[in-house]
């Protein structure tokens, strides 16, 4: 179930080279345009990658549009979304740092036992972004804004797996 917890933490960034206020303004920006779409992202995500749709017990061995409308499905997308709200939301501030990292940390540590591969983490960064690239107002600025939060951010998560 936190699965897509620990993938969605490919979204922010920032302890190696953190994100300067400006990087964290596209990427806030950028994500507040797609926030309130919880279901389809979640849904994007599986569509792409089946295998991450599998580590899901709910989920696993569905058919995607079987579960797509469904309360669990929109309850649990609602939770990561959520999830990557704060972590968003905390970027851009140096006295942050510490929390993303506690945050990113904590979910890698938590979900080790369910076997999250390194690839699957790429997988979900691949999905994520060409949802967000087709969603949003999307430039180099915004994409290399993301792709430093996705790199700082992966360092953490994988190291924790």
């Known amino acids: 179930m936190k699965f897509f917890a620990v993938l969605a933490l490919c979204v922010v960034g920032a302890i190696a ?3 300067t206020a400006d990087e964290a303004s596209l990427v806030q920006s950028s994500w507040k345009q797609v926030s309130h ?3 389809d992202i979640l849904a994007a995500v599986f569509a792409a990658y089946p ?3 599998a580590k899901f017990p709910q989920f696993a061995g569905k058919d995607l549009a079987s579960v797509k409308d469904t309360a669990a499905f929109a309850t649990h997308a609602t939770r990561i ?3 990557l709200s704060e972590v968003i939301a905390l970027s851009g501030n140096p006295s942050n ?3 993303v990292g506690a945050l990113v940390s904590k979910l890698g540590s938590d979900h080790h036992a369910r076997g999250v591969s390194a690839a ?3 997988e979900f960064r691949t999905a994520l972004v060409s949802y967000l690239s087709n969603h949003v107002s999307w430039g180099d600025n915004v994409a290399a804004a993301w792709n430093k939060a996705l790199d700082n951010t ?5 190291a924790h797996l």
């Open 97 to 99: 740092a510490a929390a």
């Open 81 to 83: 979304v959520s999830f």
């Open 17 to 19: 080279a953190p994100l």
């Open 51 to 53: 295998d991450i749709q």
């Open 120 to 122: 699957q983490f790429g």
């Open 37 to 39: 779409n919880e279901v």
């Open 154 to 158: 992966m360092s953490i998560a994988v």
